[in-house]
C-alpha cells in the first residue's frame, strides 16, 4: 500500500477493526490481571469502552473526519468503564481534539493527535504511574515523532508499523517499571489492550478483516467456573434484535443458558467463566435483582432446564409491555444536596438507603458501571447539588468522568476505594454545615476506614509474595493480598488481626449472599472476643462473590 493519507472511510474501517481485535483478545487480557479477584477485568472493560464509541461511528452519515472523530471521542467518554476503560477514552479524546479539525489524516498531524491523546490521558489521573497503558501510550507517541522528523514523507503504512512495534518492545519491559507485574510474571494488561486496538487499526488499514492474529495462548480458564443468577427487569422495551443479541452474546459466554418468567421480571441462569460480563451485559436491557453468583470448583453444578433460542426470546420479551407506552418515572421532590452510591446486593443497598442514599447504581467490583450509568443516575436526583460514592477504585475515575460532562448540577466525587467508605462518608455528613465543609469532612474520614473483602481466586498466581492457587479464599485489603487460606471465617479472623490496632473502635461485618446469618454472627462473637476494646457490628450485606466485606474504624 502506498499512501501518505487515510480519509474518513479508512479511519472508520481501521476504528471498527481495532474494537473487534481487542473484542477477540478480551479474555486473554483479563488473564493478564495481576490480582486473582472475581473483577470487572481490564480487558472487558477495554472491550465496552471501545465498542461504545464503535456503536456510535458505525453508521455515521453524513461520515467526515470531522464527525468520526466527535463519535469516538463521545462514545468512548460516555461507555467508559474502569479505570483502563477511562484512561482509553481519554486517548481517543485527546486523538478527536487534533483529527477533527482535519480533512485527512497525516503522518504530520497523528504526531499532534497522539501527543495530545498522551497529555490529555495522563491529566485524568491524579497519580500517572509508569509501566501502564500510559507508558505505553507514551512510547506510540514519542515514536511516531522520531520518525516523522527523521522522515517527513514516510508513508503511513511504515509509520503504523514503526509506531505498534516499538509500542510492543516497551510493553514488553513492564515488568521492569512495576515489580507486582514481574512477581506475577505478566506485562501490563491496560497497555497490552492499547497494542491489540492499534494492531486491529493496522491490520484494518492494510484491508485486513477477519483474519486478526489469533491470541497466543493464555494460561487455561478453568470452564465453566460460575453459575450466575440474576433476575433481569425490562426497564423499557426490547427489540427482537436487542434479545437476539443478547441471546447470542449468553451462548457465546457459557452455557446452560436457563430463564423464566417470574413476577418480578426475567430469571437468567448461565455457567459461564466471567460473571461481570454476564451481568454488564444484562444492565443493558434493564434493572437487575437477586445476583447470585456460585462457585462451581467450591460447589457442583446442578441440572437445569436448557431452554432454546426461541423460548428464552419469548421470555424476554414482556406480554404486559406496550411497545408504544412510554415509562412514568416518579418526579423525585427538589432538594438542596442528594446522594448516589455505587452498590450490590440488598443489604447494603438498605442501609445506604437509610443513611440518606437517593439513587443506587448496582454494580462495584464485579460490573463497573460506565460513565453514562453515573450520569443516568445523576439526571434522576431531582438535588442541586449531587454527592457521588464511587465505593471502588476502579469506579472513581468514570465518576470524575461524568462529574466533567454534566453541567446544570454541582457533581462532588467523594473518592470512596470500598463499601465501607461510602457508609463511612454518609455517616458522617451533617445538613447544617456547607457543601464544602461536608465535603472536606467527608474526605477526611474516609481515610481512617480500613477494609478488607473476603473472596475467591479465581487463577493462579504470585503476589505480594505469596503464591495463590484458583480456589483459595483471600483476604483482600486496601493496599494488598493480607491473608490466603482455605476456610473463609479462619481467613476472616486472620485479616482482622492484621488490621486492627490499639486505636480501633468499630468492627463492622457485612456478610454476603452466600453466607448464613449463623456463621456471621459465630465470627462476629469470636471478633468481640479477641477484640473486647473494640465494638462489633454484623449486618447482612447480601453482595455476591465477597464472602465478607469487613472495616476496621
Known amino acids: 500500500m502506498n499512501s501518505?493519507?487515510?480519509?474518513?472511510?479508512?479511519?472508520?474501517?481501521?476504528?471498527?477493526?481495532?474494537?473487534?481485535?481487542?473484542?477477540?483478545?478480551?479474555?486473554?487480557?483479563?488473564?493478564?490481571?495481576?490480582?486473582?479477584?472475581?473483577?470487572?477485568?481490564?480487558?472487558?472493560?477495554?472491550?465496552?469502552t471501545i465498542q461504545s464509541a464503535a456503536e456510535e461511528v458505525k453508521n455515521l452519515d453524513p461520515l467526515t473526519l470531522e464527525s468520526a472523530s466527535k463519535a469516538i471521542s463521545s462514545g468512548s467518554l460516555r461507555g467508559a468503564r474502569g479505570?483502563?476503560?477511562?484512561?482509553?477514552?481519554?486517548?481517543?479524546?485527546?486523538?478527536?481534539?487534533?483529527?477533527?479539525?482535519?480533512?485527512?489524516?497525516?503522518?504530520?498531524?497523528?504526531?499532534?493527535?497522539?501527543?495530545?491523546?498522551?497529555?490529555?490521558?495522563?491529566?485524568?489521573?491524579?497519580?500517572?504511574?509508569?509501566?501502564?497503558?500510559?507508558?505505553?501510550?507514551?512510547?506510540?507517541s514519542d515514536r511516531a515523532k522520531e520518525l516523522v522528523e527523521a522522515n517527513p514523507d514516510i508513508e503511513m503504512e511504515d509509520l503504523l508499523k514503526g509506531i505498534i512495534d516499538y509500542m510492543?518492545?516497551?510493553?514488553?519491559?513492564?515488568?521492569?517499571?512495576?515489580?507486582?507485574?514481574?512477581?506475577?510474571?505478566?506485562?501490563?494488561?491496560?497497555?497490552?489492550?492499547?497494542?491489540?486496538?492499534?494492531?486491529?487499526?493496522?491490520?484494518?488499514?492494510?484491508?485486513?478483516?477477519?483474519?486478526?492474529?489469533?491470541?497466543?495462548?493464555?494460561?487455561?480458564v478453568r470452564q465453566?467456573?460460575?453459575?450466575?443468577?440474576?433476575?433481569?427487569?425490562?426497564?423499557?422495551?426490547i427489540s427482537k434484535e436487542e434479545r437476539l443479541g443478547f441471546v447470542a452474546f449468553l451462548e457465546e459466554q457459557g452455557a446452560d443458558v436457563a430463564?423464566?418468567?417470574?413476577?418480578?421480571?426475567?430469571?437468567?441462569h448461565i455457567n459461564s467463566d466471567d460473571p461481570g460480563a454476564i451481568l454488564t451485559r444484562a444492565l443493558n436491557y434493564g434493572y437487575l435483582s437477586r445476583?447470585?453468583?456460585?462457585?462451581?470448583?467450591?460447589?457442583?453444578?446442578?441440572?437445569?432446564?436448557?431452554?432454546?433460542?426461541?423460548?428464552?426470546?419469548?421470555?424476554?420479551?414482556?406480554?404486559?409491555?406496550?411497545?408504544?407506552?412510554?415509562?412514568?418515572?416518579?418526579?423525585?421532590?427538589?432538594?438542596?444536596?442528594?446522594?448516589i452510591a455505587v452498590s450490590i446486593g440488598s443489604g447494603l443497598g438498605d442501609i445506604f438507603r437509610e443513611l440518606g442514599a437517593d439513587y443506587l447504581i448496582e454494580g462495584g467490583q464485579t460490573m463497573n458501571p460506565?460513565?453514562?450509568?453515573?450520569?443516568?443516575?445523576?439526571?434522576?436526583?431531582?438535588?442541586?447539588?449531587?454527592?457521588?460514592?464511587?465505593?471502588?477504585?476502579?469506579i472513581i475515575l468514570a465518576a470524575e468522568q461524568a462529574q466533567n460532562l454534566i453541567h446544570g448540577k454541582e457533581i462532588i466525587v467523594i473518592p470512596s476505594k470500598t463499601i465501607p467508605q461510602g457508609i463511612s462518608a454518609l455517616v458522617n455528613y451533617l445538613p447544617d454545615k456547607s457543601v464544602r465543609e461536608n465535603e472536606a469532612l467527608m474526605r477526611e474520614e474516609i481515610r481512617y476506614v480500613k477494609t478488607v473483602e473476603l473472596t475467591y481466586a479465581v487463577r493462579d498466581t504470585k503476589i505480594d509474595d505469596q503464591t495463590i492457587h484458583a480456589g483459595d479464599i483471600m483476604g483482600v485489603a486496601d493496599h494488598g493480598i493480607i491473608a490466603v487460606g482455605s476456610d473463609i471465617e479462619e481467613t476472616a479472623f486472620e485479616s482482622v488481626k492484621r488490621l486492627v490496632t490499639?486505636?480501633?473502635?468499630?468492627i463492622s461485618v457485612y456478610y454476603g449472599h452466600d453466607m448464613s446469618e449463623e456463621s456471621a454472627e459465630a465470627l462476629g462473637n469470636r471478633l468481640m472476643e479477641a477484640f473486647p476494646d473494640c465494638e462489633v457490628e454484623v449486618a447482612a450485606g447480601g453482595q455476591p462473590l465477597y464472602y465478607y466485606i469487613i472495616s476496621i474504624e
Not at 489524516?105 to 490529555?120: L, M
Request: glycine fraction near 6%; charged fraction near 25%; aromatic fraction near 6%.
Open 259 to 268: 430463564a423464566e418468567r417470574c413476577e418480578e421480571g426475567l430469571k437468567v
Open 168 to 220: 510492543q518492545v516497551v510493553l514488553d519491559k513492564t515488568p521492569e517499571m512495576l515489580p507486582v507485574l514481574k512477581e506475577a510474571g505478566v506485562v501490563d494488561s491496560g497497555g497490552q489492550g492499547l497494542v491489540q486496538i492499534m494492531k486491529g487499526c493496522y491490520n484494518g488499514f492494510l484491508g485486513i478483516e477477519g483474519e486478526e492474529e489469533e491470541a497466543p495462548e493464555a494460561v487455561p
Open 502 to 506: 490499639d486505636d480501633s473502635e468499630l
Open 4 to 48: 501518505n493519507t487515510i480519509d474518513a472511510a479508512l479511519m472508520r474501517k481501521m476504528f471498527l477493526a481495532g474494537a473487534r481485535n481487542l473484542e477477540l483478545k478480551k479474555e486473554w487480557i483479563n488473564e493478564l490481571n495481576v490480582f486473582p479477584v472475581p473483577d470487572g477485568d481490564t480487558g472487558t472493560n477495554m472491550t465496552l
Open 370 to 394: 460506565s460513565t453514562q450509568d453515573i450520569m443516568d443516575a445523576v439526571d434522576k436526583v431531582n438535588a442541586d447539588t449531587v454527592f457521588i460514592l464511587p465505593n471502588n477504585k476502579n
Open 224 to 237: 465453566y467456573a460460575y453459575r450466575t443468577e440474576f433476575i433481569l427487569k425490562n426497564k423499557e422495551h
Open 83 to 140: 479505570n483502563s476503560g477511562v484512561i482509553l477514552s481519554q486517548l481517543f479524546r485527546g486523538c478527536s481534539k487534533v483529527w477533527r479539525n482535519e480533512s485527512t489524516i497525516t503522518a504530520e498531524n497523528t504526531v499532534r493527535a497522539f501527543q495530545k491523546a498522551v497529555e490529555t490521558a495522563y491529566k485524568a489521573v491524579m497519580k500517572p504511574k509508569e509501566g501502564t497503558i500510559l507508558t505505553v501510550a507514551k512510547a506510540g
Open 291 to 339: 445476583i447470585h453468583v456460585i462457585n462451581n470448583v467450591e460447589r457442583p453444578q446442578y441440572p437445569l432446564h436448557i431452554f432454546e433460542e426461541q423460548e428464552l426470546l419469548d421470555a424476554m420479551a414482556d406480554p404486559h409491555q406496550d411497545p408504544e407506552e412510554e415509562e412514568v418515572q416518579a418526579v423525585m421532590p427538589h432538594k438542596e444536596v442528594g446522594f
